[in-house]
């Protein structure tokens, strides 16, 4: 998402990366964000983030095969990303301000976070506040998540993160939604078997379009058992700064989790 905590949905200002991350490569036809800035950052912010990112950015590059099968080792083959030992590797799409990131990673320092978002002002953002706890277990990409994506490993992941991803509202903007069959292909390969997708909105008609992907494909499996399940949040689910603009505005959230196969 962006979590783009001070946009409204009509101004496409939050969503998914979805820029290709080579500065070679044309942006896709289909970003799946909408702006790549907001107000300019301040001079500190600026400072901060071209000293703290290179030591927080993940290089595509060096990242295991695709192909390559997990292993047993403690957080796998992406173990290696993170200053400290890890179990399990997370990832969440388009933080935002990066409050829900930010509140996982200080209470479960023995599991890996990467975090991916295209939103400059929410980069920064994230970036000082992740120098400033001085913790180990995140990393970051600045850029589309597609690359991102298709570089992880297979089976890598214990659980992905989507949450008030853009909602492209109007029926054109549809095919830039995040949730869509090359991407839950995407996410289906990334988690080991068990893990977890979690998707908050609070834009019924994409809550509709999500559930309909995911409870069509055999490879997931809606954990929902009651209307509570997706009525309240997850436990330990610190909110964020768009959730409450949300709620302010009467917009209700809903929070959706599917096990993968």
């Known amino acids: 998402m962006i979590d783009s905590a001070d946009n409204d949905h009509d101004t496409s200002t939050r969503g998914t990366p979805g820029r290709e991350s080579s500065a070679n490569a044309a942006p896709r036809e289909a970003a799946f964000f909408g702006r790549r800035k907001g107000k300019p950052l301040r001079a500190g ?47 969440e799409i388009g933080f935002g301000g990066g409050e829900h990131l930010l509140s996982e990673a200080r209470n479960h320092p023995d599991i890996g976070y990467i975090g991916a978002e295209a939103f400059l002002n929410g980069l920064a ?28 490993p297979t089976g890598s992941l214990e659980r992905v993160d989507l949450l008030y991803p853009d909602p492209w509202p109007k029926r054109r903007h549809w095919k830039r939604r995040f949730v869509q069959p090359d ?18 909105t609070d834009v019924e008609d994409y809550a509709g379009w999500t559930l309909r992907h995911l409870l069509a494909d055999e490879r997931f499996v809606w954990t929902a058992r009651r209307a509570d399940d997706w009525r309240r949040p997850w436990a330990g689910w610190p909110g964020t700064r768009y959730e409450a603009k949300a709620m302010r505005a009467g917009r209700v959230p809903g929070y959706y989790e599917f096990q993968r196969i």
Do not use: C, M, W, Y
């Open 45 to 91: 912010q600026a400072d901060r983030l071209a000293r703290a990112l290179p030591h927080l950015a993940i290089d595509l590059a060096a990242l295991p095969a695709p192909a390559s099968p997990g292993t047993p080792s403690p957080g796998g083959p992406l173990a290696a990303l993170f200053g400290q030992p890890v179990r399990a590797v997370r990832l």
């Open 125 to 152: 953002k994230l970036t000082s506040a992740l120098a400033e706890a001085e913790l180990g277990n995140v990393r970051l990409h600045g850029d589309d998540v597609v690359p991102l994506l298709d570089r992880l």
């Open 183 to 200: 991407n839950i292909d995407r996410i289906a390969r990334l988690l080991a078997p068990g893990g977890h997708f979690r998707f908050a």
